[in-house]
């Protein structure tokens, strides 16, 4: 390698290491929850923040009889789906749950709170009888009973009981799992063996590593990538600070891995995602100097009707703002997009949705982490 490409490899290596003492994870956490408050679909409440916002969806349900308004659109356009909702929401109520003082001591308990309320509001209304066409309660049944018993107790003055068909504890049906307090045979022990299993190959020691892309983010595929390397930032950070209460270490094909090294990795993995990249770009929002500006989003890339009031068509939507060519009105503060192909490059334009759309299964996964890390 001759001196000049010496040189610069050591000066990238130099702007990626002042890049992760920088990162503000505080600063991450806040705008995690802001973004819902930007992903609101119904009637806003008067203590809404993102005030770019109006209502929207004020009618849904109504052609069926049923209350449906409220909930969350999952990604860039105007849509609700019930599963990425309830993933969305499970996410975030697990990471209240498991990190309520961290998020205490940063002030975003209840906004956490607010942001799981504003989901499982919905879901209630989704169910209005017993197995109706709009119960995805029954579907999600877990998912369910998590979410209301943390709304019960609020996480403030008692411990929070999670109830489960084989668990009945303090801690989350999954966290028992990771410390092993079961039998050795049956389905709980395999579920333990395929999530370690899972985590080795995502800190490249298993048998079947995760591919990476050139500066070692977690790559699965191109069309949104980051969803899946927030999930697996979470799982690793839940099961770290199970091995380091339980003592004990991840025994993986290769080799003996302590729970601060599992740390150590999802904070390369959050730090890549907050701009210690090779194009030093954050992929959270609004969080940096340099960020994606045409974040495919239809709110954000659209005039908000507090400045502008005249109607926007659905034709006129793309017409007159999904192909123009400037940054986005609205900044979608908080939102993290689809992230770079496996080659770490990103094109920053609207209409490249594989890479530039924003998710809330994408984010939710973050809050926790970001609260332990902060």
């Given at each position: 390698m001759s001196s000049t490409s010496l040189l610069s490899l050591g000066f990238s290596l130099l702007l990626l290491t002042q890049n992760v003492a920088s990162v503000d994870y505080g600063a991450a956490l806040t705008s995690s929850l802001l973004y819902f408050e930007a992903q609101r679909s119904g009637k806003l409440p008067p203590n809404q923040r993102v005030q770019w916002r109006g209502d929207a969806g004020l009618s849904d349900g109504k052609d069926a009889g049923v209350d449906l308004v409220g909930g969350y659109c999952d990604a860039g356009d105007n849509v609700k789906f019930g599963f990425p909702m309830a993933f969305t929401v499970t996410m975030l109520a697990w990471s209240a749950v498991d990190f309520r003082e961290q998020l205490m001591a940063r002030g975003e308990l209840s906004n956490a709170l607010d942001a799981i309320k504003w989901g499982t509001d919905y879901f209630i209304k989704a169910h209005p009888q017993a197995n109706s066409e709009f119960s995805w309660v029954d579907k999600y049944v877990g998912a369910q009973i998590l979410l209301a018993k943390v709304l019960e107790t609020k996480l403030i003055s008692q411990p929070t009981t999670l109830y489960f068909p084989f668990i009945n504890s303090s801690k989350s049906g999954v966290q028992k799992i990771l410390e092993g307090n079961f039998s050795d045979s049956g389905n709980l022990s395999e579920y333990k063996n395929s999530a370690e299993q899972f985590i080795c190959n995502c800190i490249q020691k298993g048998s079947n590593n995760v591919k990476t892309t050139s500066a070692g983010l977690l790559w699965w595929q191109g069309f949104n990538n980051l969803q899946y390397v927030t999930t697996a930032a979470f799982v690793t950070t839940t099961y770290a600070d199970s091995l380091t209460a339980t003592r004990k270490t991840l025994q993986c094909p290769g080799g003996s891995v302590k729970?601060?090294?599992?740390?150590?990795?999802?904070?390369?993995?959050?730090?890549?995602?907050?701009?210690?990249?090779?194009?030093?770009?954050?992929?959270?929002?609004?969080?940096?100097?340099?960020?994606?500006?045409?974040?495919?989003?239809?709110?954000?890339?659209?005039?908000?009707?507090?400045?502008?009031?005249?109607?926007?068509?659905?034709?006129?939507?793309?017409?007159?703002?999904?192909?123009?060519?400037?940054?986005?009105?609205?900044?979608?503060?908080g939102a993290i997009v689809g992230g770079p192909d496996q080659s770490d490059h990103y094109n920053d334009a609207r209409g490249n949705f594989m890479q530039a759309e924003a998710a809330t299964a994408n984010s939710a996964p973050l809050v926790g982490v970001l609260a332990r890390l902060a």
């Open positions: 729970p601060e090294d599992l740390i150590t990795f999802v904070k390369s993995q959050v730090d890549y995602i907050l701009g210690s990249n090779p194009p030093g770009t954050s992929y959270r929002v609004g969080f940096g100097s340099k960020y994606p500006q045409q974040v495919h989003h239809r709110g954000s890339s659209i005039v908000s009707i507090k400045k502008d009031k005249t109607p926007v068509t659905c034709k006129g939507g793309f017409e007159t703002w999904f192909n123009k060519d400037a940054p986005n009105p609205n900044v979608l503060r």
